[in-house]
């Protein structure tokens, strides 16, 4: 929760032990102590959520045998709400808390335990002693069997790798702990020690991965002006599927799929992962929306900036890839095709302003249903549409003197550095008027706070280029559906999309297709072959049990597929501004 300094509890001593003697069954045991109490009332909460990740995860569903002892004798500790339980201690100095955690889920933002190693993401692990969240603590690891290494960007207590210090619970949520026989490599970024440590094997070359990270890391830092870390962990899941990551103050976990390695384009898509999780160093974990921080660990906290703290992180990523030179320009420019083409093949696009997609990611962004697609957008995606956006028509109007680089660093030094605060969204436009000489209402009432189509043109053509749609000529009929079949061979209806021939004549998500024209179907892939836009068909589902056919007129696809070109004969202002963008 926030709290200010007047209000919060004076410093107490407190000290975790975290061990393991059940790791098979997924299992962390907890013992928790604290000296110095003052107070007559101890509340102790789980935190609901964790920063990087908007939902409310409900951490506390995981605790079990939760016990508070004063001078080795229980003392009663009820639950007065979903994370928070109290304990008399008017005339103490001391309690022992003793817990377990369950840990079963894989995922970057979530605990998992087992006989190979553990990873710790604290803030499902740590309870807290409420209005002491700027308290130190000491956390030592008892491993489990032969596990021989902790990997974390915790400072360790007299060199000893099993004990960690946090100078507060801020800093101690934003530090994951990984603890087994993790693969470790590192190397130096001008004083920046960094670390990687591998979890689950995988074909990975250690040396290039060095290489390739200390280029991303130094492009990103240069455009801050300095690195804020002493050192900074990557903590990597290799696992037989893997995606995502999370950002920390100091570290960051990475899911991977650990043969993509092995291939240009999953290796692509790792370094890219890196850069995305990397530059949140600045933007998000630094340079910040007002709201998120201090944070409060009971609740949503809410923003309408992701976009900027993701999105324009997405697109910094491929940015920070491309002025490495460690692939060609064609590359970046096939990924932000694929930008444009994930937001305007979505219905949502229509529905949804990239504001409201940051302020509703909590009960939108990680909830998503089966019309989800037709209702919502990704701040992710049109966020970094709009960071492409903004930085050419900086680049433009400044006559290459700037780029959103400038507007970066102007508000990490004036808010983070300067001010000590996060921004406003008012702030953050006054930034991006500043470099790009202009007023932007009407940018922001066309794109962040409205619904308007995206003038790609516009802004490609700044650098000269424009976009093509490679799927303008074709006929081709949609029904407007996905598909999945059934291990009995069942073709299932899993998502229909708005204003498709389906959704206007009423094919439904969990319909059972069962056949076309008559004809039984046992394979979702080619479901009107041959058929041509205002066809119709009479399409059989069993809904609910009961056989229903359904008269379908066709309609032509309506999907997009664009592709960057440069255009013909580009102007000499056009190229100064390609070269300025793209780093030639």
């Keep these: 929760?926030?709290?200010?300094?007047?209000?919060?509890?004076?410093?107490?001593?407190?000290?975790?032990?975290?061990?393991?003697?059940?790791?098979?069954?997924?299992?962390?045991?907890?013992?928790?102590?604290?000296?110095?109490?003052?107070?007559?009332?101890?509340?102790?909460?789980?935190?609901?959520?964790?920063?990087?990740?908007?939902?409310?995860?409900?951490?506390?569903?995981?605790?079990?045998?939760?016990?508070?002892?004063?001078?080795?004798?229980?003392?009663?500790?009820?639950?007065?709400?979903?994370?928070?339980?109290?304990?008399?201690?008017?005339?103490?100095?001391?309690?022992?808390?003793?817990?377990?955690?369950?840990?079963?889920?894989?995922?970057?933002?979530?605990?998992?335990?087992?006989?190979?190693?553990?990873?710790?993401?604290?803030?499902?692990?740590?309870?807290?002693?409420?209005?002491?969240?700027?308290?130190?603590?000491?956390?030592?690891?008892?491993?489990?069997?032969?596990?021989?290494?902790?990997?974390?960007?915790?400072?360790?207590?007299?060199?000893?790798?099993?004990?960690?210090?946090?100078?507060?619970?801020?800093?101690?949520?934003?530090?994951?702990?990984?603890?087994?026989?993790?693969?470790?490599?590192?190397?130096?970024?001008?004083?920046?020690?960094?670390?990687?440590?591998?979890?689950?094997?995988?074909?990975?070359?250690?040396?290039?991965?060095?290489?390739?990270?200390?280029?991303?890391?130094?492009?990103?830092?240069?455009?801050?002006?300095?690195?804020?870390?002493?050192?900074?962990?990557?903590?990597?899941?290799?696992?037989?599927?893997?995606?995502?990551?999370?950002?920390?103050?100091?570290?960051?976990?990475?899911?991977?799929?650990?043969?993509?390695?092995?291939?240009?384009?999953?290796?692509?898509?790792?370094?890219?992962?890196?850069?995305?999780?990397?530059?949140?160093?600045?933007?998000?974990?630094?340079?910040?929306?007002?709201?998120?921080?201090?944070?409060?660990?009971?609740?949503?906290?809410?923003?309408?900036?992701?976009?900027?703290?993701?999105?324009?992180?997405?697109?910094?990523?491929?940015?920070a890839v491309r002025r490495t030179n460690l692939y060609p320009p064609e590359n970046y420019l096939e990924q932000i095709a694929n930008e444009f083409n994930v937001l305007e093949n979505l219905p949502g696009k229509n529905v949804q302003t990239v504001a409201e997609s940051s302020f509703d990611a909590w009960i939108k962004g990680y909830r998503p249903n089966e019309n989800s697609n037709n209702t919502t957008i990704s701040y992710y995606t049109k966020g970094a549409i709009i960071g492409m956006m903004l930085d050419l028509e900086i680049i433009n109007n400044s006559a290459q003197k700037h780029n959103l680089d400038d507007v970066m660093k102007y508000m990490y030094v004036t808010y983070y550095k300067t001010k000590k605060r996060g921004y406003t969204d008012a702030e953050f436009k006054k930034g991006f008027e500043m470099f790009a000489g202009k007023k932007l209402d009407d940018f922001y009432k066309r794109y962040i706070n409205g619904l308007d189509p995206v003038d790609y043109n516009k802004y490609l053509g700044y650098a000269g280029y424009k976009i093509v749609d490679e799927l303008a000529d074709n006929n081709d009929a949609a029904l407007g559906i996905t598909t999945g079949t059934t291990a009995a061979k069942k073709v299932m209806v899993t998502s229909v999309t708005r204003g498709t021939a389906a959704y206007i004549d009423g094919i439904n998500v969990g319909d059972e297709i069962t056949a076309i024209d008559g004809n039984p179907i046992s394979d979702g892939s080619n479901l009107i072959t041959g058929k041509r836009p205002g066809d119709k068909i009479q399409v059989t589902v069993n809904r609910d049990g009961q056989s229903v056919t359904l008269p379908v007129t066709l309609l032509k696809s309506n999907r997009v597929k664009y592709k960057v070109v440069p255009v013909d004969s580009p102007s000499a202002q056009q190229l100064a501004v390609r070269t300025k963008w793209l780093s030639l």
Excluded at 50 to 77: C, D, H, M, Q
Aim: aromatic share 12%.
């Design 1 to 319: 929760m926030n709290v200010n300094a007047s209000k919060a509890q004076p410093l107490s001593d407190i000290s975790y032990t975290v061990s393991f003697p059940e790791a098979q069954a997924h299992y962390a045991e907890i013992e928790m102590n604290i000296t110095g109490l003052k107070q007559n009332t101890l509340d102790l909460k789980m935190p609901v959520w964790t920063p990087g990740s908007y939902l409310v995860r409900e951490f506390a569903k995981n605790i079990e045998a939760f016990s508070a002892s004063i001078n080795g004798k229980i003392v009663a500790s009820p639950k007065i709400n979903k994370n928070t339980w109290r304990i008399a201690t008017k005339g103490v100095a001391a309690v022992t808390i003793k817990y377990r955690v369950y840990a079963n889920e894989v995922s970057v933002r979530t605990s998992y335990i087992d006989v190979t190693h553990a990873f710790l993401s604290t803030t499902g692990i740590f309870i807290y002693p409420a209005n002491m969240l700027h308290s130190p603590s000491t956390i030592t690891i008892t491993p489990y069997s032969n596990w021989a290494k902790v990997s974390t960007s915790l400072e360790m207590v007299n060199g000893n790798p099993f004990v960690r210090h946090s100078p507060n619970f801020d800093i101690l949520f934003d530090s994951p702990i990984e603890v087994g026989n993790q693969d470790i490599f590192g190397f130096d970024v001008d004083g920046v020690k960094y670390e990687v440590c591998m979890y689950g094997g995988g074909n990975y070359d250690k040396e290039r991965i060095k290489k390739d990270m200390h280029a991303i890391i130094q492009q990103e830092a240069a455009i801050f002006g300095e690195n804020p870390n002493k050192h900074y962990t990557f903590i990597i899941h290799n696992h037989l599927r893997g995606g995502g990551g999370i950002e920390h103050l100091s570290s960051t976990v990475l899911g991977i799929s650990r043969d993509n390695y092995g291939s240009e384009k999953g290796y692509q898509g790792f370094l890219g992962l890196v850069a995305h999780e990397h530059f949140h160093l600045w933007n998000v974990k630094r340079l910040r929306p007002i709201v998120l921080g201090p944070f409060d660990y009971d609740n949503e906290n809410y923003t309408t900036n992701l976009w900027i703290a993701e999105g324009f992180t997405e697109y910094y990523q491929e940015i």
